[in-house]
């Protein structure tokens, strides 16, 4: 009995000294990072003191440091960016859907200044921009090596005013200039609502912002009551937006607690996002959603979610491929830093980022017959804008078709015959 109590004892002692050697083993290592963390500092300090003293122009402290924080930034990632006050003032107002300038989502793609996509009816889409488009010139000057904040202040400008883009086309690798003339952007959540034939409904969604999912209620009420029996929902060319945005509008169409989208940290501790609770949801009507290589980060995450909960089959081209969390803090001065805090993942484990989605039907980009000439959907209704004519968009058509199989397999299971 006794040496049994003995070998407890001797065991508890063996793990408690185990135990506090390894917190003082990361005690020191965290001291040691402190000290060299202080040493850098240390020499960064040494730096502006140099720049203040030697550098041929007298530069203010306040540009120092904020050069100094951008390059910081920089550094991490394409996405991480530091905002001055006036940059963060415009970030907020481009969250209530209205700015200035020409109606593109920018990113820097493999050290590329690279359009994500071009919000429809704006300067951008009018002028032919398309998702892919390499930006290697604004106005004359290379943007080799530009960061994100400064491609956005040499984009931005009154409106009215004409900025010209030198772009290198993804597709076909060709280069040319495209001059897009500035105005007041206004997005609109929900381009259109409506019934196209036999009951499916179309919803064309362009962005994620505050107000999207009260006005995709709207849309699918108007539609429910026109007799809505299925529906195509087209995110093709949406940027993505907010995430609490894309995890309600997923809401609408999946039963309560399903899992949206996964984010992890570097904590590694997984955050999860679930399907919320809505006054009405569409858990039964046929879905198709539509992608395109102007889908991303948002639209992304809704694509992914409906698809991996067996709610929606996607149909169009493989996405963009941008699915990191920008948490935007704000700091002391009026500035803030958008930070990439995390990375999502779809409900089952597949990271988006970098690779895209890619649909489970693959339609190749929208084409138009006219007079045995094709040409990009888009440019048609440029020239028509009064009147959407669906028929035109060879997608729509095929998802059309894909949704009437569906509908016939619905009412196969719901009758048994």
């Known amino acids: 009995m006794k040496k049994r109590f003995f070998a407890v004892v001797l065991i508890g002692v063996f793990l408690a000294f185990s135990v506090l050697r390894a917190f003082s083993k990361e005690a020191k290592e965290e001291e040691s990072a402190k000290e060299d963390i202080y040493r850098k500092l240390d020499l960064f300090g040494e730096v502006l003191a140099v720049i203040?003293?030697?550098?041929?122009?007298?530069?203010?402290?306040?540009?120092?440091?904020?050069?100094?924080?951008?390059?910081?930034?920089?550094?991490?990632?394409?996405?991480?960016?530091?905002?001055?006050?006036?940059?963060?003032?415009?970030?907020?107002?481009?969250?209530?859907?209205?700015?200035?300038?020409?109606?593109?989502?920018?990113?820097?793609?493999?050290?590329?200044?690279?359009?994500?996509?071009?919000?429809?009816?704006?300067?951008?889409?009018?002028?032919?921009?398309?998702?892919?488009?390499?930006?290697?010139?604004?106005?004359?000057?290379?943007?080799?090596?530009?960061?994100?904040?400064?491609?956005?202040?040499?984009?931005?400008g009154n409106p009215g005013t004409k900025v010209t883009l030198t772009v290198l086309r993804e597709k076909d690798r060709k280069i040319e200039d495209v001059t897009v003339t500035r105005g007041i952007i206004k997005i609109k959540d929900i381009k259109r609502a409506l019934i196209l034939e036999d009951g499916v409904g179309y919803i064309r969604l362009t962005e994620f912002r505050e107000n999207t999912a009260k006005d995709l209620d709207k849309a699918l009420k108007k539609l429910n009551k026109q007799g809505m029996r299925a529906l195509i929902l087209d995110l093709r060319n949406n940027p993505g937006g907010l995430l609490h945005s894309a995890v309600e509008v997923a809401s609408r169409f999946l039963e309560d607690e399903k899992l949206i989208v996964y984010t992890k940290p570097r904590s590694g501790k997984r955050i999860e996002y679930k399907s919320l609770s809505a006054d009405v949801k569409y858990l039964n009507i046929p879905m198709v959603v539509m992608i395109n290589r102007g889908s991303a980060s948002g639209s992304e995450i809704v694509a992914a979610a409906l698809r991996e909960n067996k709610r929606a089959i996607l149909l169009g081209e493989k996405s963009f491929g941008k699915a990191s969390v920008q948490t935007v803090l704000p700091l002391s001065d009026g500035s803030a830093i958008r930070l990439t805090t995390a990375k999502y993942y779809t409900p089952l484990g597949h990271s988006i980022h970098e690779k895209g989605i890619k649909p489970d039907i693959i339609v190749a980009k929208e084409k138009v017959n006219n007079n045995n000439k094709e040409e990009d959907i888009f440019e048609e209704l440029k020239k028509d804008k009064k009147e959407f004519d669906y028929k035109k968009d060879y997608q729509i058509l095929r998802a059309l078709d894909l949704i009437r199989g569906l509908l016939v397999l619905a009412f196969d299971s719901d009758t048994g015959k």
């Open 52 to 156: 203040q003293n030697k550098y041929v122009e007298e530069l203010s402290p306040k540009d120092v440091i904020y050069g100094a924080i951008s390059g910081l930034l920089f550094s991490l990632d394409s996405y991480s960016q530091f905002l001055d006050p006036d940059e963060y003032r415009e970030l907020l107002v481009e969250t209530e859907g209205k700015f200035g300038g020409l109606g593109i989502e920018i990113t820097i793609k493999e050290g590329l200044l690279t359009i994500v996509s071009p919000i429809e009816d704006t300067p951008a889409w009018r002028a032919g921009l398309k998702a892919g488009d390499i930006i290697v010139k604004i106005d004359g000057k290379l943007t080799k090596g530009i960061t994100l904040n400064e491609a956005v202040k040499k984009l931005r």
